[in-house]
C-alpha cells in the first residue's frame, strides 16, 4: 500500500533554510509527499545529501542573505520540455533526461549482511514481479507508462539507458517505511525487495568467495579478477532458479549495488566489456567484498578505471588507495601509461589527487636522496664509495633477525621486498640525476644531488599521465617558483609537502601481485 497514488509532483526551485547539525542550511524542494515530508537537495552539496525531511522544519530563506558554501550548481527545476533543442545533439538531449530521471534516490536504504547502508544515488533495480502488480494502481495501467517528471516520452528508441531506468523503478521514489529499503545478500549480491526472502536466501548461499581467479594476495587482502563475459561456471547453486549463477549475472548484480554510491557513471547491464577487480578480506569462514572497481578489456584512451567503489562501512582505511595502486600497476605490467575514465567525481577526484602526489613525492625522495632509503650511512675500506647509483641493502642473516611488528594487513613485513618502488625505478633514477661531491677545508665532503629533466620525464618515470603529473604538482605548490621558465624543486620543498599532504608509503606491494 502506497501513500500517494498520483505521479510525485515535483515543486518549484524555491530556496529555504533548515537547521541542519546547528547550522543553517539552504535548501531547494524537489518533491512533496502528502504527509507534509519534502525532499530537500542542501545548496552546495553533493546530491548524496539529498533526504527526505519534515516540511514543519522549512523556513523561507532570503536569497540575498545567503551565499553559497562552494560553487557547485544546485538541481535546476524540471521544465515540462516535450521537444530537444535544436541546437543540442541526440546524446545530449539524453543526458539531460537522465539527470532529471535520476535525481532522486529510489531507495532509502540497503541491508547489506550485518549493515544497514544509507543509499546515495539514483540505481536502476529492476521492478519485482509484485513491484509490478502494485504498479498497475498508478495512473496509466503500468510501470511502463509511468509519467516522469519533465521527461515527456520515455521509448527504447530514444536511449538505452532510459529504458533501463524505466525498468528501474521509478515508481519507488515515493515510498517510505520497510518498502524503501533493499535487500542485498553480501556474498552473491542477488537484491531482493523484503527482507523475509533475503532471510531465506542468506540461509542457503554458500558462495565463500567472489568468481574469477585471484590477482593480488597479501595477507588476508585478496584482489579477484571477475570478466564479465564469461558463460556459466559451477558456482553456488541459487535457491531461487533452476540454474547455476554465471558471472555475467554477477557483475550485474554488482553493478546495480556500486551504483547506489556512484553518481557520475551511467550503468549498462551489458558488462561484457568490463574487468571487475574485487578486494575482499578473509576471515575463517569466507572473503567479505570491501570494495570493487571496473575497467573496459580495451580502452582506446588507456583507461585503466572506469568506476570504482569502496563500501561506505570500509571507507577511510586505505582500500581504496590499494585499488588504485593496483590499477596503475596493471597499466605498468601492460606496458601502458594509464589514467582513470572522465569525469571524477568530487571523491573520485581527491582520491587520485592524493595518490598522484604521494607518487611524485615518493619518486622525489629517491631522486633527491644521496643515499637509498633503507640506506642511511655507507662504509667502505680503501676507496671512495659509489654514490652514482642506488647501493644494494646489506644481506641480513637469519640468526640475526629481530621480530617486527606486523604490518597494515597483519603480515610481517620484508624490509628487503621493492616495496616503496616499482621494478625498474633504480635504474631510472641513476640515468637521471648526478651526484656532485664538494670538499670540506676540514677533508671531509659534503654530497649533493643535481637533476635536470623534464616534465614528461618525470611523468614516464612515475607512470603517470604528463597532464595528471602536471595538475598533482600545481596543486601541491611545486610548480610554483619558476626562473625562466625552469621550475625548481628542494628536498626541503618535497619534504614540507609530504608533510603537509601526510604522505604515506604504498599500500600494495608489486611482489604480491599474481598477474602473468
Same mark, same amino acid.
Given at each position: 500500500m502506497t501513500e500517494s497514488t498520483s505521479a510525485p509532483a515535483r515543486s518549484q526551485n524555491t530556496s529555504y533554510i533548515v537547521n541542519k547539525n546547528g547550522a543553517d542550511q539552504l535548501v531547494n524542494i524537489l518533491q512533496r509527499r502528502p504527509d507534509g515530508q519534502v525532499y530537500v537537495h542542501y545548496d552546495g552539496f553533493d546530491k548524496r545529501l539529498d533526504e527526505w525531511i519534515p516540511g514543519a522544519s522549512l523556513k523561507p530563506a532570503n536569497e540575498s542573505a545567503h551565499k553559497r558554501k562552494r560553487d557547485t550548481p544546485s538541481p535546476a527545476? /524540471?521544465?515540462?520540455? =516535450?521537444q530537444p533543442d535544436p541546437l543540442m545533439t541526440e546524446e545530449e538531449f539524453d543526458i539531460k533526461h537522465h539527470k532529471q530521471i535520476t535525481a532522486q534516490r529510489n531507495f532509502d536504504k540497503v541491508n547489506f549482511g550485518q549493515w544497514r547502508i544509507k543509499t546515495w544515488y539514483?540505481?536502476?533495480?529492476p521492478l519485482t514481479d509484485s513491484e509490478l502488480e502494485d504498479s498497475t494502481g498508478l495512473p496509466g495501467g503500468s510501470a511502463s507508462t509511468f509519467k516522469i517528471p519533465g521527461v515527456n516520452r520515455a521509448t527504447v528508441r530514444s536511449h538505452g539507458r532510459t529504458s533501463d531506468l524505466l525498468a528501474g523503478g521509478l515508481t519507488r521514489s515515493h515510498l517510505s517505511g520497510e518498502k524503501s529499503i533493499l535487500w542485498v545478500c553480501d556474498r552473491c549480491f542477488k537484491y531482493m525487495a523484503e527482507g523475509a526472502a533475503w532471510e531465506m536466501h542468506i540461509k542457503q548461499c554458500d558462495r565463500r568467495h567472489p568468481p574469477g581467479r585471484k590477482v593480488y594476495q597479501r595477507g588476508a587482502h585478496i584482489i579477484w579478477e571477475v570478466d564479465g563475459a564469461k558463460d556459466k561456471v559451477p558456482t553456488s547453486r541459487c535457491p531461487y532458479s533452476n540454474a547455476y549463477e554465471n558471472l555475467q549475472l554477477y557483475c550485474q548484480n554488482l553493478s546495480l549495488f556500486g551504483k547506489l554510491f556512484i553518481d557520475v557513471k551511467t550503468l549498462f547491464f551489458d558488462c561484457d566489456n568490463f574487468l571487475f577487480y574485487i578486494l575482499t578480506d578473509a576471515d575463517s569462514q569466507r572473503d567479505h567484498v570491501l570494495g570493487f572497481f571496473s575497467k573496459e578489456k580495451i580502452s582506446y584512451d588507456d583507461y585503466n578505471l572506469a568506476c570504482i567503489i569502496v563500501?561506505?562501512?570500509y571507507q577511510r582505511k586505505g582500500y581504496g588507495m590499494l585499488m588504485i595502486e593496483f590499477s596503475y600497476e596493471v597499466s605498468r605490467r601492460a606496458g601502458k601509461i594509464g589514467t582513470p575514465e572522465r569525469p571524477l567525481s568530487d571523491l573520485g577526484l581527491r582520491s587520485y589527487l592524493t595518490y598522484w602526489v604521494a607518487t611524485l613525492i615518493r619518486f622525489f625522495r629517491r631522486l $633527491?636522496?644521496?643515499l637509498p632509503p633503507d640506506r642511511p650511512t655507507v662504509m667502505s675500506s680503501g676507496r671512495l664509495p659509489d654514490l652514482t647509483g642506488v647501493l644494494p641493502p646489506p644481506s641480513e642473516d637469519a640468526n640475526s633477525r629481530k621480530k617486527r611488528a606486523k604490518g597494515w594487513d597483519g603480515e610481517t613485513p620484508d624490509s628487503n621486498s621493492t616495496f616503496t618502488s616499482p621494478n625498474g $625505478?633504480?635504474? =631510472? /633514477? +641513476? +640515468?637521471?640525476? =648526478?651526484v656532485l661531491t664538494i670538499s670540506n677545508p676540514d677533508g671531509s665532503a659534503t654530497s649533493h644531488v643535481v637533476v635536470r629533466s623534464t616534465l614528461a620525464e618525470i611523468a614516464s618515470a612515475t607512470n603517470l599521465r604528463i597532464e595528471d603529473a602536471a595538475f598533482a604538482l600545481n596543486e601541491c605548490g611545486l610548480l610554483g617558483?619558476?626562473?625562466e621558465g625552469v621550475v625548481g624543486v628542494t628536498r626541503e620543498m618535497v619534504e614540507a609537502v609530504a608533510k603537509e599532504r601526510n604522505v604515506k608509503r604504498m599500500c600494495l606491494d608489486p611482489a604480491h601481485v599474481m598477474l602473468t
Amino acid at each position: 500500500m502506497t501513500e500517494s497514488t498520483s505521479a510525485p509532483a515535483r515543486s518549484q526551485n524555491t530556496s529555504y533554510i533548515v537547521n541542519k547539525n546547528g547550522a543553517d542550511q539552504l535548501v531547494n524542494i524537489l518533491q512533496r509527499r502528502p504527509d507534509g515530508q519534502v525532499y530537500v537537495h542542501y545548496d552546495g552539496f553533493d546530491k548524496r545529501l539529498d533526504e527526505w525531511i519534515p516540511g514543519a522544519s522549512l523556513k523561507p530563506a532570503n536569497e540575498s542573505a545567503h551565499k553559497r558554501k562552494r560553487d557547485t550548481p544546485s538541481p535546476a527545476p /524540471i521544465e515540462p520540455e =516535450t521537444q530537444p533543442d535544436p541546437l543540442m545533439t541526440e546524446e545530449e538531449f539524453d543526458i539531460k533526461h537522465h539527470k532529471q530521471i535520476t535525481a532522486q534516490r529510489n531507495f532509502d536504504k540497503v541491508n547489506f549482511g550485518q549493515w544497514r547502508i544509507k543509499t546515495w544515488y539514483f540505481s536502476p533495480y529492476p521492478l519485482t514481479d509484485s513491484e509490478l502488480e502494485d504498479s498497475t494502481g498508478l495512473p496509466g495501467g503500468s510501470a511502463s507508462t509511468f509519467k516522469i517528471p519533465g521527461v515527456n516520452r520515455a521509448t527504447v528508441r530514444s536511449h538505452g539507458r532510459t529504458s533501463d531506468l524505466l525498468a528501474g523503478g521509478l515508481t519507488r521514489s515515493h515510498l517510505s517505511g520497510e518498502k524503501s529499503i533493499l535487500w542485498v545478500c553480501d556474498r552473491c549480491f542477488k537484491y531482493m525487495a523484503e527482507g523475509a526472502a533475503w532471510e531465506m536466501h542468506i540461509k542457503q548461499c554458500d558462495r565463500r568467495h567472489p568468481p574469477g581467479r585471484k590477482v593480488y594476495q597479501r595477507g588476508a587482502h585478496i584482489i579477484w579478477e571477475v570478466d564479465g563475459a564469461k558463460d556459466k561456471v559451477p558456482t553456488s547453486r541459487c535457491p531461487y532458479s533452476n540454474a547455476y549463477e554465471n558471472l555475467q549475472l554477477y557483475c550485474q548484480n554488482l553493478s546495480l549495488f556500486g551504483k547506489l554510491f556512484i553518481d557520475v557513471k551511467t550503468l549498462f547491464f551489458d558488462c561484457d566489456n568490463f574487468l571487475f577487480y574485487i578486494l575482499t578480506d578473509a576471515d575463517s569462514q569466507r572473503d567479505h567484498v570491501l570494495g570493487f572497481f571496473s575497467k573496459e578489456k580495451i580502452s582506446y584512451d588507456d583507461y585503466n578505471l572506469a568506476c570504482i567503489i569502496v563500501l561506505p562501512p570500509y571507507q577511510r582505511k586505505g582500500y581504496g588507495m590499494l585499488m588504485i595502486e593496483f590499477s596503475y600497476e596493471v597499466s605498468r605490467r601492460a606496458g601502458k601509461i594509464g589514467t582513470p575514465e572522465r569525469p571524477l567525481s568530487d571523491l573520485g577526484l581527491r582520491s587520485y589527487l592524493t595518490y598522484w602526489v604521494a607518487t611524485l613525492i615518493r619518486f622525489f625522495r629517491r631522486l $633527491l636522496s644521496v643515499l637509498p632509503p633503507d640506506r642511511p650511512t655507507v662504509m667502505s675500506s680503501g676507496r671512495l664509495p659509489d654514490l652514482t647509483g642506488v647501493l644494494p641493502p646489506p644481506s641480513e642473516d637469519a640468526n640475526s633477525r629481530k621480530k617486527r611488528a606486523k604490518g597494515w594487513d597483519g603480515e610481517t613485513p620484508d624490509s628487503n621486498s621493492t616495496f616503496t618502488s616499482p621494478n625498474g $625505478l633504480d635504474d =631510472t /633514477i +641513476a +640515468a637521471m640525476r =648526478t651526484v656532485l661531491t664538494i670538499s670540506n677545508p676540514d677533508g671531509s665532503a659534503t654530497s649533493h644531488v643535481v637533476v635536470r629533466s623534464t616534465l614528461a620525464e618525470i611523468a614516464s618515470a612515475t607512470n603517470l599521465r604528463i597532464e595528471d603529473a602536471a595538475f598533482a604538482l600545481n596543486e601541491c605548490g611545486l610548480l610554483g617558483s619558476t626562473l625562466e621558465g625552469v621550475v625548481g624543486v628542494t628536498r626541503e620543498m618535497v619534504e614540507a609537502v609530504a608533510k603537509e599532504r601526510n604522505v604515506k608509503r604504498m599500500c600494495l606491494d608489486p611482489a604480491h601481485v599474481m598477474l602473468t
